[in-house]
């Protein structure tokens, strides 16, 4: 008699998301060998197909698992089954990349050591115990070592590591969990660790590890080569080595940023929500700006007059190693450079940049290729928002809500990122820093080449701010001229908030709240504090803040008390009166000087940013002359009413109208009478900070009802520096959708200058789209 059959059913099954280099297809290996499933899987061009067999059941149990059990790094973004012949195939195969033809989704992020191969790290009965390069397709470096694509070992700075017996089996078992991960290493055949002092000459150490940290708790500065760079360390408890860091740096106020051992230790630093923590550990691992604890242990100099703390988790067996035996508690991690320059990644480079401020390098021999800060991230509003967007979220892509020509945007001036876009992907690059310097603007251009590489994309178009004087405008020039590529223009903060309708796939009109430093706007004036009914290809300026002098023009931002005269002047207070002088704290010739300038409009540009209204009101309340660090007294401001319950507002009032074709003007003049009857008064500054925050917020939604009563569009779009603020975020969140808005924020590109870029993206493409 014949065996009873079950009936086999065969799928083919395409799966994408980021879903190569991640232990996708080891994954679906095991998963088809649990449910006992024939057939096989490769990587195609964009993700992964595969074709399994058996019977029904299995199938489905199959498919379910495919979501719910996939590994960590994997983002499935769409699964498309479709049932064809079946075959009567019982085994399952692992296809080779090149089968399916070019494999181009590129190459993964960074990511944080699992928690499989910690449990082996400190294992002392595993191979790996305390081996500082340990990782698996689940965990570890891949940007940041990579060369070029395909993301393949001969394509890493782990080439001419050559796999020892042990490492090779497991690369080349389809069940294993390092199956295929190319930083594959171990004692025997991988990357080495060693001390060297600032001349770079070898210590000889038995353990450079133990050496590291008997250093640092003596107070010493420790480079300490990581995954995307050098950081410079010193023991977060210990004032002095946090102050000789700092003097040697020449980074006085500047928050640090302090890694501890783990989620416990973190909670003993700051207050964490549970948004936090997950924030935390995420295997991007960013550095989380959180509320710091009252007498956490941490010196003062780590982060000076706010009340967060950034904080973050390692990420980096080598990291894990340093707080294994508990000696050390909390450690000051910053990136190796001084001020904005870029990250230092390479040993020699290292010694020579950092050879007057570290005592001793702990160094390794697996090349950094790519640098790579660390990602800094905050809960605004209860949810993530990207502060810093770089390692462990770099070179992943982003959504496009409609399709474009090969382009290049090369975002603004400070903190640069520029971003590829072809079809609807784009790209963003990571941190770049400050381009005011042509080190700077080498990394740009260092980083420009590998992506387009990457990414297989040669521009067509370049996008650039409206902005005249910045290096990457000028750049994008020539370059576009040498190549006969053509060029668009975006001015600022259209650019902010169609970053923010692109990142949520909109693209109808919509009217955006572009509250931000400083950018150069359509009339030549400073822009910053803007209301503009946009579509992703134009807008139109509904609103802005009032202009008021900004005197000194850039000095202004650096020297707060400058802006809070030029504000009291266009309050209509005498600069030099006496209360004036007492408000600011400028002398009386400082005054005198700075009226003159005004009345003669030289180096005297117009403003209307909200940044800068910050900063001047900033300036008043905390008497803050100068800033170290860019918005900081801004930051101060907000930090200081962290406890301050919500505050009747100061009054903003509306302007204009009379004209159909003239923007609405928000003045601040009667916001400032207020603030100084308050001062006069003795009302606490952090109840000042509070009210003024609630006054630019609702002054905001008025100006938003009036937009919409014009245009009946109902929908706003937050952006630009200023959402960075928790509180003016939150009121402006409520404050709007009380008055029945849809709101939409940022979450995966940063409201400041870091999202620039995928905002040109978007207004390019849109502007090519209406063109054709
Ligand atoms: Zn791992
Ligand atoms: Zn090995």
Request: charged content about 20%; some cysteine.
């Amino acid at each position: 008699m014949e065996p009873i059959h079950p009936i086999r059913e065969r799928r083919a099954v395409k799966v994408l998301g980021v879903v190569q280099g991640v232990g996708f297809r080891p994954f679906v290996y095991r998963l088809a060998a649990e449910e006992q499933l024939g057939g096989w899987i490769g990587n195609d061009t964009d993700g992964v197909t595969l074709e399994i067999e058996g019977a029904e059941a299995a199938i489905e149990a199959f498919l379910r698992r495919l979501r719910a059990e996939a590994p960590p790094l994997a983002r499935i973004d769409a699964v498309a089954v479709h049932g064809v012949e079946a075959s009567g195939e019982t085994g399952f195969r692992i296809l080779a990349s090149e089968v399916l033809g070019r494999v181009s989704t590129g190459i993964p992020a960074d990511a944080a050591t699992c928690a499989d191969c910690l449990r082996e790290l400190l294992d002392p009965a595993d191979r790996r115990y305390r081996y500082p390069f340990l990782n698996c397709t689940n965990c570890g470096p891949r940007f940041t070592i990579t060369r070029s694509i395909p993301y393949d070992r001969p394509q890493t700075s782990m080439a001419h590591f050559t796999m020892c017996p042990a490492c090779q089996a497991e690369y080349d078992d389809p069940a294993n969990r390092r199956f295929h991960a190319q930083p594959n290493a171990c004692w025997q055949c991988g990357p080495r660790l060693w001390l060297a002092d600032a001349a770079g000459a070898t210590i000889p150490a038995a353990d450079p590890i133990e050496v590291a940290i008997v250093r640092l708790m003596a107070g010493e500065v420790v480079a300490v080569k990581g995954i995307g760079g050098f950081h410079l360390c010193v023991d977060a408890t210990n004032q002095s080595a946090v102050m000789r860091l700092r003097q040697r740096k020449h980074r006085y106020g500047k928050p640090l940023a302090v890694m501890v051992r783990d989620l416990a230790a973190a909670r003993e630093l700051c207050v964490l929500s549970a948004e936090e923590e997950s924030l935390l550990q995420t295997p991007a691992r960013p550095i989380v700006l959180a509320r710091a604890r009252k007498n956490n242990g941490t010196a003062a100099a780590v982060a000076p007059g706010i009340p967060w703390l950034g904080v973050f988790l390692p990420y980096a067996p080598l990291q894990h190693l340093l707080f294994a035996d508990q000696r050390v508690r909390a450690l000051v991690m910053t990136s190796a450079n001084l001020s904005e320059e870029p990250i230092a990644i390479d040993n020699d480079e290292a010694r020579q940049r950092l050879g007057d401020i570290a005592d001793i390098f702990l160094l390794h021999d697996r090349e950094i290729l790519q640098r790579c800060d660390d990602s800094v991230a905050a809960v605004v509003d209860g949810a993530p928002q990207l502060i810093r967007r770089a390692r462990g979220y770099v070179p992943l892509g982003l959504e496009l809500p409609l399709d474009t020509r090969p382009l290049l945007a090369v975002g603004g001036h400070l903190k640069n990122v520029f971003a590829l876009a072809s079809g609807r992907r784009v790209y963003q690059s990571q941190h770049l820093g400050d381009l005011e310097n042509l080190t700077g603007l080498d990394f740009f251009k260092e980083s420009l080449a590998h992506l387009m590489h990457t990414f297989e994309i040669e521009p067509e178009v370049v996008v650039h701010d409206l902005h005249p004087g910045y290096l990457s405008t000028a750049w994008a020039g020539e370059w576009a001229c040498e190549r006969g590529l053509e060029l668009i223009a975006v001015q600022h903060h259209h650019a902010h908030v169609a970053a923010c309708m692109a990142e949520h796939g909109l693209d109808e009109p919509i009217i955006g709240l572009s509250l931000d430093g400083t950018g150069y706007g359509a009339d030549g004036r400073i822009w910053g504090g803007e209301v503009l009914v946009s579509r992703l290809d134009g807008f139109e300026r509904f609103a802005h803040l009032d202009y008021v002098p900004m005197p000194g023009g850039e000095a202004a931002i650096r020297e707060p008390w400058r802006m809070a005269l030029g504000s009291l002047h266009a309050a209509g207070i005498d600069v030099e009166s006496a209360e004036a002088l007492a408000l600011t704290g400028a002398t009386a010739n400082e005054a005198h000087v700075l009226k003159r300038m005004i009345e003669r409009g030289v180096n005297v540009p117009l403003t209307s940013s909200c940044g800068r209204l910050f900063d001047a009101v900033a300036a008043v309340v905390l008497q803050r002359r100068v800033v170290d660090y860019e918005a900081q007294a801004a930051i101060e401001l907000e930090g200081m009413a962290i406890d301050e319950p919500d505050e009747p507002s100061y009054v903003m009032e509306l302007l204009g109208g009379e004209d159909e074709n003239e923007p609405l003007r928000i003045s601040a003049s009667p916001l400032w009478r207020a603030l100084m009857d308050d001062l006069h008064a003795g009302v606490s500054p952090a109840r000042i900070s509070a009210r003024f925050h609630a006054g630019v917020a609702d002054a905001f939604v008025q100006a938003a009802i009036r937009a919409r009563a014009k245009t009946g569009v109902t929908q706003v779009a937050m952006s630009g520096g200023c959402l960075h603020n928790r509180r003016l975020t939150r009121l402006l969140r409520s404050g709007l959708e009380q008055a029945g808005f849809q709101v939409f924020q940022h979450r995966k590109v940063s409201p400041g200058d870091g999202g620039l870029s995928y905002g040109q993206v978007a207004v390019a493409a849109a502007i090519l789209r209406k063109r054709a």
